[in-house]
């Protein structure tokens, strides 16, 4: 249809998160009638956990249908602001805390409340791909920093953080448990990245989406160093610890002066978040937490078949992170191997003639000057370990021939 539209300015800017291009991709080939084994896209193949659902039912039922306040009801905030002094040591109550359909949208609230046009924003990136695109979005300037592999994961290029730093400076975006390569950081690396944030009166956004997805020991957030909570909003989210997802459910924490901003947007936004949804997440957080455990668990065994099968490949290098559930294998000699050189031609070819549905680097930001090797995103939240089984082994030969 022909129409009269003229498009805002603002609209080249707005980004996608490519996942889910490729999800499209892979579903055209499913529907083609081929096997498709599906590492791309960062959700869970697994139940909510029954009493949450069983919680939800009950409050459609009891009448918790109707509008709630903007920044959510009274009882999930002061849970989450409990869960929060609890897991991170914060000292937060229910005013530091503005319920969200989401833990997303906490990144454009956060933006739209603190960044001016021609405000520069360190981002993460290879990274979650909102954050280029949002930044962009609303007129700011997005500054990138990497990560390099470490020892036994990958780190924060904190040395490469430090040294984009200049005097329009005014926001940095920490994914700590990282997606798309679940770096992780140290005692020190969170100690270095906070002083910088006080020495240069830096605002944090600290995407915590993944602070629960930890397999060994528990994960510690930046929150808790120096000067740190008066200057971050926390984005939590529901979605991954919980098997979530399409619930739509997180939420923002910070100072209350920044929540009540954050909550204005709720009301000029969606007025509020689903309310029968939130009286589940009160049962999610206060309730048995052994379905939590079970999914770490059954995320654990995907990871280790995973990564066992991913080095048994030649030209493939894959670490162990002990958090998320992404794995960011060095793919460099396999595809030089194979003769690809760009990686939509690679990803396309791999799912072609194995199934096997993935990420590359390049669907999490333009790669950076100097990176010179290659590197693949498989998630293990969506896939069986039969399925993992089967399609690694057809991807391994693919590779290998
Ligand atoms: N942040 C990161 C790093 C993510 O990977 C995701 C989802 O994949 C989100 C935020 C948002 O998740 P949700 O909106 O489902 O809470």
Redesign the pocket.
């Known amino acids: 249809m022909t129409h009269v539209f003229t498009f805002a300015d603002r609209v080249a800017n707005l980004g996608v998160e490519t996942a889910f291009v490729v999800a499209g991709q892979a579903a055209a080939h499913a529907a083609a009638g081929n096997r498709v084994y599906p590492f791309h896209l ?1 959700d869970l193949n697994l139940a909510t956990p029954e009493h949450i659902t069983e919680a939800a039912c009950r409050a459609i039922k009891d009448g918790k249908t109707g509008y709630t306040a903007n920044v959510g009801i009274v009882e999930l905030r002061e849970a989450l602001a409990k869960e929060f002094n609890r897991t991170r040591n914060t000292s937060y109550s229910g005013v530091n805390v503005a319920v969200q359909p ?4 906490v ?1 454009s609230k956060f933006l739209l409340t603190v960044m001016n046009p021609g405000d520069e924003v360190l981002y993460p990136n290879p ?2 791909p ?1 954050y280029e695109s949002q930044i962009e979005f609303h007129g700011g300037v997005a500054v990138p920093y990497g990560t390099v592999p470490g020892e036994t994961n990958f780190t924060f290029d904190i040395n490469q953080l430090e040294q984009a730093i200049t005097s329009k400076t005014k926001i940095l975006i920490v ?1 700590d448990l ?2 798309p390569t679940s770096a992780e950081c140290s005692a020190e690396d969170r100690r270095r990245i906070a002083e910088l944030a006080v020495e240069h009166n830096l605002m944090v956004l600290l ?1 915590e ?2 602070f629960d997805i930890h397999y060994d020991g528990q994960s510690t957030s930046i929150i808790n160093e120096p000067g740190m909570e008066e200057r971050s909003v926390v ?1 939590y ?4 610890r919980f098997a979530m ?1 399409g619930w ?1 459910l ?1 939420a923002a924490l910070g100072p209350e002066d920044i929540i009540a901003i954050i909550g204005k947007l709720n009301v000029n936004d969606e007025s509020c978040t689903n309310h029968f949804v939130q009286w589940a997440a009160l049962d999610a957080l206060s309730g048995d937490q052994q379905p939590v455990l079970d999914i770490l668990d059954t995320l654990k065994q995907r990871r280790d078949l995973c990564v066992d099968m991913l080095n048994d490949i030649d030209g493939v290098s894959c670490f162990r992170p002990n958090a998320t559930f992404y794995l960011w294998p060095d793919v460099t000699e396999a595809m030089t191997n194979k003769g690809f050189s760009t990686y939509q031609d690679f990803i396309e070819d791999i799912l072609q003639q194995t199934g096997v549905s993935m990420c590359a680097r390049s669907h999490f930001g333009t790669p950076l000057p100097g990176e010179s090797r290659k590197y693949l995103r498989l998630a293990y939240s969506g896939i069986e370990l039969a399925a993992i089984e089967e399609g690694l082994a057809k991807f391994k030969t693919y590779l290998e021939s």
Do not use: E
């Open positions: 960062g989401g833990g997303k949208p990144i990274g979650f909102i994914n990282h997606n995407d989406a993944y984005l989210t529901f979605s991954k997802t739509r997180g």
